[in-house]
């Protein structure tokens, strides 16, 4: 097994198989990964920062198997920080990817994607964001969950909200609405996402449901609202996903979305990993406002 | 007393044929514990339950669904999967020899004694566990017992052939797995390690070791089951060597040795 | 699954026990043949007809039919106190002394945080001189004779039988017999024909193959079945934030 010795910030990690394929369809490797994940750093970071990770690991390549890890590796490197975190009546030790040299740790570990929760890892039940998980079933495509989304922001926008999406780096869309309050529960935002569901399914009824049974979801987008909870992960933003090619899950302008809407191109909205790296370089991180801005669900 | 015989089939390899009967090389008794409803103290059963439904489902209403993708299964037939072992015979087919000390204790997993079947007469038996003694080889090996197919390792033992089925490789895991980090450890460390290790060296003597806790689980059980309170010891723990202690708990270790 | 130590002499490693074995690559689901929907194992009780959640299970011994001591798991950490969180290594021995037929049950200890060191001195010096530790400790109700040998950089640790396991081959074993030369010499050709090196790969992969051939041309005959989705929490959602988005809807959806 061939091994690299890097040193970042005074901390000294041993990167292995770095000439492995993991998306072999377009010879994408394990160097080109850690390569990827290292110029993202700087924007990828600060959405990963005090959450618990979950790794999903493709030891072998996106055509083999993974594996979902929520708890972090026992034998991780003394400076990987970690947090005690309670699921259920059991506790477990999670990573905390808040530096660079953890962040290459764990994509040394094949980890192509990245999911975390809406809350920080010490105030588990307050969701940091309220998410509307727009998923095509059968017949639909992303487009769809573009429609989709553009009458949620024209919903939002009258309820004095702004909302934010990105791809999902698949075939579907994430509209993540910042709250950044620590009043919020999760019971707010399940509350508030099922009945906005509700309602985009009554008056949408060919376009959207808020079912998660398979037959329903067919032709429709599927508005997952049950995503806001304190047991459920989102794929980080600026995250690989685990296709034939590393696609991006890659924070999206309105106006961009729109015109995809408009112009009937799906393509537009699928963003590689090179095109995601250009966009950053360009135009900054687009999804720093989730971060930051304090919004209140209104009292309706 | 050797058990009895378990199966029998034929060793297959060139132009050989030797007959062999099984029997089991070992037999495990413990003391048992069951599990109990804690508010009633009743026996609890194992059941498979239906995720959709929550009800206990009778063997008769199973069936072994293989899922292509999530939540969707291609029903198989046990008849089906059975056409995927090898056409159920009565031999056992060597595939090839290789050194027995290739072969990772982490594969191996239940081993049978072999008998040279007399009622055919056994040509060859004792020829081929001479063979694989004198040259320290095994044979791996597969065959269909049970209707399930086996992977094994044909070993000698003395004047005994002896028959280990093998776990498949995909079964076992690698110690690459555990992604263990690189660390230095110095020579001088290393070498009063292998020091101390040889001087702790001691025969290989299973017969030493008896299970002495099936014993005290016993006493601890006749002690409750007559009504007298059980002493509770807390188990003990032992404070790990820190790092930069290390070669001085190895030195310390090797005078004690001495 | 277990932490503790691992003590040879006066050092002592924390570590953890990790299995060394799962269920291979290709594995079938139990399904229930009435809704396809995956079965699980559970524990269930018969008097009650319900599932049991693991905080309401307890040990028994049983005493008489129908009758049990229930036991705890304090006091069967306190039957042997200093073996229940210390593997302790009695005597090293030499690796190729082990009679595989006492080889049970594998695993891997992995080191605890600070144990790093001396896990590592431990496996290279064991590889080295080719030894491994044997050690006894207990799990739960049981007291295993384990041997703990190097394994590509990493420890193992093996559960042996005991001795009294291992039946005795008295009656199996065939008398010296006169060995034929020529019969000999016939096998010995075919073993030095096919000889090769170990690798266990190759039959898991002969075995996975059959499976997914026989998978692939059932793809072609039959449709995959569908297992029910289990429903979140469905229903209609609180009322007056319904009414009151409904309202907005309409101005949304009314916009010019």
């Known amino acids: 097994m061939s091994r690299t010795a890097i040193e970042i910030g005074g901390k000294r990690l041993s990167l292995s198989n770095l000439e492995k394929e993991l998306y072999p369809s377009c010879g994408f490797t394990k160097a080109n990964l850690l390569e990827y994940y290292g110029q993202m750093s700087g924007s990828i970071l600060p959405h990963l920062k005090n959450r618990a990770l979950t790794l999903k690991r493709y030891p072998d390549g996106v055509e083999q198997e993974y594996f979902f890890e929520k708890r972090c590796p026992v034998h991780h490197p003394a400076w990987v920080q970690t947090a005690e975190v309670s699921r259920g009546s059991k506790q477990m030790t999670v990573c905390l990817a808040n530096n660079t040299a953890t962040l290459l740790w764990v994509e040394n570990l094949a980890s192509l994607e990245l999911h975390v929760p809406l809350a920080r890892a010490a105030s588990p039940e307050t969701p940091d964001a309220m998410v509307f998980d727009l998923d095509p079933g059968e017949g639909a495509d992303i487009l769809d969950c573009g429609r989709v989304a553009l009458v949620l922001r024209e919903l939002f926008s009258r309820l004095r909200l702004t909302g934010y999406p990105k791809t999902s780096g698949q075939k579907g869309l994430h509209v993540f609405v910042p709250l950044n309050r620590p009043e919020t529960t999760f019971d707010d935002t399940k509350q508030f996402s099922k009945a906005v569901a509700i309602i985009m399914q009554k008056n949408y009824p060919d376009l959207v449901t808020a079912k998660m049974a398979k037959e329903q979801r067919r032709g429709r987008v599927f508005i997952n609202w049950s995503q806001n909870d304190a047991s459920k992960t989102m794929v980080c933003v600026y995250s690989l996903r685990a296709r034939e090619k590393p696609y991006v899950s890659f924070p999206l302008e309105w106006k961009e979305l729109e015109l995809a809407v408009k112009g009937g191109n799906p393509a537009r909205l699928h963003i590689t990993h090179a095109e995601a790296l250009g966009r950053i370089k360009a135009a900054g991180d687009l999804f720093r406002e989730v971060l930051v801005k304090k919004q209140k669900l209104p009292h309706l | 007393m050797p058990s009895g015989t378990i199966w029998k089939g034929s060793i297959h390899f060139g132009d050989s044929h030797v007959p062999v009967k099984l029997h089991s090389a070992v037999k495990q008794e413990r003391i048992q514990f069951h599990l109990l409803h804690r508010s009633d103290r009743v026996r609890l059963h194992q059941q498979m339950i239906c995720a959709y439904e929550n009800i206990p489902v009778p063997a008769e209403d199973q069936i072994k669904g293989f899922e292509v993708e999530e939540g969707k299964y291609l029903i198989v037939d046990p008849e089906e999967l059975e056409l995927t072992t090898p056409e159920s015979s009565r031999m056992i087919e060597v595939h090839e020899f290789v050194k027995s000390g290739q072969i990772s204790p982490l594969f191996l997993d239940h081993t049978y004694y072999l008998e040279p079947d007399s009622d055919i007469k056994a040509p060859g038996y004792s020829e081929l566990a001479e063979l694989l003694r004198g040259m320290d080889a095994a044979g791996i090996c597969t065959w269909t017992m049970r209707k399930r197919s086996y992977l094994g390792a044909l070993q000698a033992s003395g004047r005994m052939l002896r028959l280990c089925t093998m776990r498949y490789a995909d079964e076992v895991l690698t110690a690459a797995s555990l992604e263990l980090q690189e660390i230095d450890v110095s020579e001088k460390e290393l070498k009063i390690g292998s020091d101390l290790i040889n001087q702790l060296t001691a025969p290989f003597e299973p017969r030493k070791f008896v299970n002495e806790h099936q014993q005290r689980l016993q006493k601890l059980i006749d002690t409750k089951a007559r009504g007298e309170k059980v002493v509770l010891l807390r188990p003990r723990t032992l404070r790990p060597t820190p790092p930069d202690e290390l070669l001085q708990a190895l030195e310390a270790s090797l005078k004690k040795a001495a | ?256």
């Not at chain 3, 590509?152 to 009656?171: F, K």
């Not at chain 3, 002969?206 to 569908?226: G, S």
Request: aromatic share 8%; with cysteine.
């Open chain 3, 1 to 256: 699954m277990w932490d503790g130590t691992i003590s040879f002499s006066l050092v002592a490693i924390p570590v953890r026990l990790v299995k060394a074995v799962k269920p291979g690559r290709i594995t079938f689901r139990t399904l229930h043949r009435a809704d396809y929907s995956p079965l699980a194992r559970r524990m269930f009780c018969p008097e009650h007809e319900q599932i049991v959640p693991p905080d309401e299970i307890i040990r028994g011994y049983e005493l008489a039919p129908g009758r049990y001591l229930p036991v705890t798991d304090e006091e069967l950490e306190s039957v042997s106190p200093e073996r229940s969180r210390t593997i302790e290594i009695i005597d090293f021995i030499d690796l190729d002394e082990v009679d595989p037929v006492y080889f049970d049950h594998p695993y891997y200890l992995a080191p605890l945080k600070g144990g790093e060191k001396a896990y590592r001195l431990l496996a290279e010096v064991m590889r080295r001189t080719n030894k491994a530790g044997l050690a006894k400790f207990v799990m739960v109700e049981r007291e295993y004779l384990v041997a703990v040998v190097s394994m590509e950089g990493a420890l193992a640790m093996i559960t042996l039988h005991y001795s009294e396991e291992v039946l005795p081959d008295n009656g199996i074993a065939p008398k010296e017999a006169k060995l034929e030369a020529v019969e000999k010499k016939r096998m010995e050709r075919s073993i030095r024909n096919m000889t090769a090196e170990f690798d266990p790969a190759k039959y898991a992969d002969l075995r996975r193959e059959k499976v997914v051939d026989l998978l692939n041309l059932k793809m072609k005959e039959q449709a995959p079945v569908e297992a029910p989705v289990l429903e979140e929490e469905e229903g209609e959602g609180p009322a007056d934030l319904v009414a009151a988005l409904e309202e907005i809807m309409r101005e949304v959806k009314n916009k010019p």
